[in-house]
Structures are given as C-alpha cells and as structure tokens.
C-alpha cells in the first residue's frame, strides 16, 4: 500500500488532538450523539462539532441524522487504513534511521569522524 500523502496529513492532523482520538474510540462500538459527547468533554458544543468535522474530513467517522439528533459513528475501514498508513510511515523512517545509522558507520569504519580527508 503506498501512502496518499494528503490522506496521511489528513488523518495525522485528525489523530493529533487526544479529544479527536477519544471521540474515535467512543463511537468504535456504538454511534453517539454529537450532544451527548458534548456532556463528555470540558468544551461548548460548538467546539465538539468542529472535532467531529475534522474526523468526518479525514474520514474516520460518519455522521447520521437521525430525528433531531446527530449520530457521530466511527469508520471502521478507515480506521484500520490509518492504522496501516501510520505503520507504512513508521517503516520508512524506520528505514531511513537505519540507512543514515549505516552511514555513520561506514564514516567511523573509514576513520573520519567528521574530519576532512583532504
């Protein structure tokens, strides 16, 4: 699977906040009601809404109308895909650290320890 570096930068911004994560993980099971996790956090209303349009935006939840209620529902799908994009992005820097770690001893291997071999 390669990486859609939009949607990576989407769902990194989407995880960032620990408020956006914990409304993931509270609508895994069942769909909630944005005004019942209103009551959950320290926040307005408003503010909740705007961490659920960020997810709904990086596609990690959906929400549904359901009377005068909106139902926040966590993706599934999309959660794992970004469970697997976090891990492709894990094994490339992990990649590179080994690389550049190489590099470095290759140097310390040709005794230049950063002097100039001129």
């Not at 490339?92 to 005794?111: F, N, P, Q, V």
């Amino acid at each position: 699977m390669v990486v859609d570096e939009v949607l990576a930068d989407r769902l990194l911004h989407a995880l960032a906040d620990s408020t956006r994560r914990d409304i993931v993980r509270r609508c895994l099971g069942e769909a909630a009601s944005v005004s019942r996790l209103a009551d959950v956090y320290p926040m307005s209303f408003a503010a909740v809404q705007k961490h659920v349009a960020v997810l709904e935006r990086a596609g990690l939840v959906s929400k549904e109308r359901r009377g005068r209620e909106q139902l926040v529902r966590s993706e599934i799908d999309a959660v794992r895909q970004a469970r697997e994009a976090l891990d492709q992005l894990e094994a490339t820097w992990r990649g590179r650290i080994e690389r550049m770690s190489d590099l470095l001893a290759e140097d310390e291997g040709d005794g230049r320890h950063g002097r100039d071999q001129s």
